[in-house]
Structure formats: C-alpha cells, structure tokens
C-alpha cells in the first residue's frame, strides 16, 4: 500500500485503513460521556458492543415533545451511539457477570461509568477484569473521583464548576449551558488518557486503568477564567457573551436587516480595519480604543457605539465586507443553519435503512494518511445483536472481531 503524505504540492494516492480496525471496545458506560468515546472508536474502525442493563440506556426515552415515535432510539440516544451493536447483560446475575468476564478476556478497552464502589458489586472492575486480561485498558467515568461515592449530573457540574455562574448577562440567574458541556469535555479527556494508553501498551504490553471525573474535567477546562483568579485574585464576573479580556468580542450586535452577529476582533489591527469598514475610522485612533487595554477598560462606551453603527447597516453585507478584511465575524445561526451550511456537511453521517434519519460525527479532525468511516450502522435497538455477538465468546484471540 503507497501512502502520501500531502503538502502545498501532493496529494493523498491512498489512505491506510482505519486506525483502530480490530479494536474491540465494551461499553458499559451509559447516557452521554461514555457513549460519546464509544461512538469515536466506533469511527474510527473499531468494533463497540454496546453492553445494557434490562431497562436499556436511559436516553433511550429521553424523548423531546417533537419526537413522535414509539422506537427505542431518541434523538438524544442517537446522538452518540452510530456504529455499535447493542447486547443486554444483567450483571447482578451470575450469568450476566460470567459473560462480561468472557467478553473482557477478548477486549481491547473497557469503558465505564459506575459510581465508585459499583463496578466491584457487579465483578466488572478494573481489578478482577485485568486479572483475566492484564492487556485490557480500562476507562472509568466518575462525577467525583474515586473517593467520593456520589453520582455526577452534568447540570450540577455546570453548576459546581463555576460555568453556571459566568454563563449569562450580568445580573441575571446563573444559566445552564443548554447541552451537556461538562460530559463533553470529561469524553474528551478520557480520550486522551485512553489514546496515552493504547501507546503505551504498544511498548510494553500491559494495559492500564484511566480514571476520569466530570468535576476534573470541568476545573481543567475553565482555562483562562481559572486563570484570572489564580494568577490575579479576582473572582470572574458574568458577562453575557462578553469577554473579560478582549473587546469587541462576542458581544451579540443586531444590524439594520435583523441579522444578529458576532465580532471576535482581537488584535488592534483588526480593530482598526473593523472601524474602516464600519466606516468610523476615527475610533480606531480614538485614544479610549487604540489598544485592546483600553478598549476592555471603556468597554461599555465602545458596545454602544458598535450597537448604534451596525443597527444601522446590512448585516449580511457587513459580514461579507469584514470577511475580505480578515476581520473575525460570524452571524448567529440556529442549530439547523449550522448543520445545513455547506461547512458542515462532512460531520453529517448518512441515515440508513434501518434509521433514516442523518447523524453527527464525533470525530472532528482529518486525517491525510488514514481514513473515518464513510458511514457507520445505525444507532442500535436494545439487544439488536444479541445473537450475533454470542459467537465473540467462541474462539480465541483478542483481535478481528468485527
């Protein structure tokens, strides 16, 4: 196989196959976080048997007012379980844990969400499965840590965190980010530390157990915020879509033709080439804006007069005018404008026969010398697969099991 690596003057003549192609990858994590690693490997080539209780994964019936159907796949659970196949074990059963132990003997990664202490009730712990596999990786979820027997809710993360509280205009109720940031980012650590420990595995051959909390994951993200009261001792204060240090940016603006956008200017050079635009270029050498220091000190004054100016002009056009100028801008966009802008149209995966209706990606990076799948099977209805994947029980080895 010939695989070139593209630069300013080759292009791609073949992509390798996928890179996790051969993985097999037991989900016993349920709702988002879980799921959403579960669907990347998935992606990625691997094969994911998605284990669920009896009463199935509970998004399963996390139905919103616009979903008509009787089937057992939400939108919610569609959002991050393409490309598995469902099984249901009953792990307070001797049978249910029989099975797992036989699956986790053939596994290349666990994934769990138990609450500390669960996981060892069911025999499905890092400590009795690796004794069986001591090349199995384990990836385990918690709201807490290890130490804290308390289940973790993305809404009472947010709220914990310090993301309530920042998220909203000033004076008004703390605000809860309307999806489940704080499960997003603990599904992208536990990545991390999985993917860390897949290479390590290559060198030495032993497998590793990587344990990710929500509330871990959400400090680790307040980046910048976290930051400021650090390094500066100031407690950050709501700003709307504001930013505390940089202005303009995100502020939402409304121009004459009802258009509602954003800048994100962050240099005083693009301050300067947005007043030309805006055809005010007397700000841009105005001595309360002439850096970004002062703009953010006069901050109120400079939002009012960009309010007045751009309520004035043709959004659309603006938009266009500050593209050619390098200048950061965007409009606001419904969710729906989002996915059906022409950016957008490779994290749309292809409905199938079985679910006709279009799913999202989870993987966002590409990749020049090897592939994502094209299209993935549908979200799974409970135990689909049942049968099927009793036979991964039979035989031997670890991998070719898709």
């Keep these: 196989m010939t695989v070139s690596i593209p630069n300013s003057t080759t292009s791609v003549v073949e992509k ?70 469902s099984i249901v074990l009953d792990l307070t059963t001797a049978h249910g844990q029989e099975a797992i132990r036989a699956f986790a003997a053939r596994a290349d990664i666990v994934l769990t969400s138990y ?30 840590g290890p130490a804290t027997n308390r289940a973790g809710y993305d809404a009472v993360l947010q709220a914990e965190a310090g993301f309530m509280y920042l998220n909203g205009p000033p004076g008004s109720e703390p605000l809860k980010m309307p999806v489940a940031m704080i499960d997003l980012l603990a599904a992208h650590q536990l990545k991390e530390g999985l993917l860390t420990a897949l290479y390590q595995c290559t060198h030495t051959g032993r497998g590793a157990y990587v344990q990710v909390s929500l509330l871990d994951s959400a400090l680790a993200s307040l980046a910048n915020q976290a930051a400021t009261w650090l390094v500066a001792g100031h407690d950050p204060k709501p700003l709307g879509s504001g930013h505390p240090g940089i202005v303009p940016y995100g502020t ?18 693009q301050f300067g080439l947005l007043c030309e635009v805006l055809a005010r270029p007397e700000w841009g050498v105005d001595a309360r804006f002439q850096t970004n220091v002062l703009r953010v000190a006069n901050r109120t004054v400079l939002e009012e007069l960009l309010r007045q100016r751009i309520g004035q002009v043709n959004g659309d056009k603006l938009l266009q005018t500050l593209e050619k100028q390098a200048v950061p ?66 035989g031997s080895g670890q991998h070719g099991l898709g």
């Design 16 to 85: 390798a196959p996928q890179p996790f192609a051969g993985l097999l990858i037991l989900e016993l994590a349920s709702v988002l976080a879980g799921p959403q690693v579960g669907q990347f490997f998935a992606e990625l080539g691997a094969t994911v048997l998605k284990i669920e209780a009896p009463s199935g994964d509970v998004t399963r019936t996390w139905k919103t007012a616009s979903e008509t159907s009787e089937a057992d796949i939400s939108a919610y659970f569609a959002a991050s379980n393409w490309g598995k196949k």
């Design 115 to 144: 609450k500390p202490g669960d996981a060892e009730k069911l025999g499905a712990d890092y400590a009795t499965i690796s004794a069986i596999n001591p090349r199995l990786i384990y990836g385990h979820l918690t709201g807490y």
């Design 252 to 269: 939402v603006y409304r121009a004459a033709d009802g258009r509602q956008l954003v800048l994100a200017v962050g240099s005083d050079r």
């Design 329 to 394: 801008a965007g409009a606001v966009r419904t969710v729906g404008e989002a996915l059906q802008h022409a950016s957008a149209a490779r994290m749309i995966l292809p409905p199938t026969a079985d679910f006709p209706h279009p799913g999202l990606r989870t993987v966002a990076f590409q990749s020049y010398t090897w592939q994502c799948a094209a299209a993935l099977t549908s979200p799974p209805h409970l135990a689909q697969h049942q049968v099927e994947t009793e036979s991964l029980n039979t």
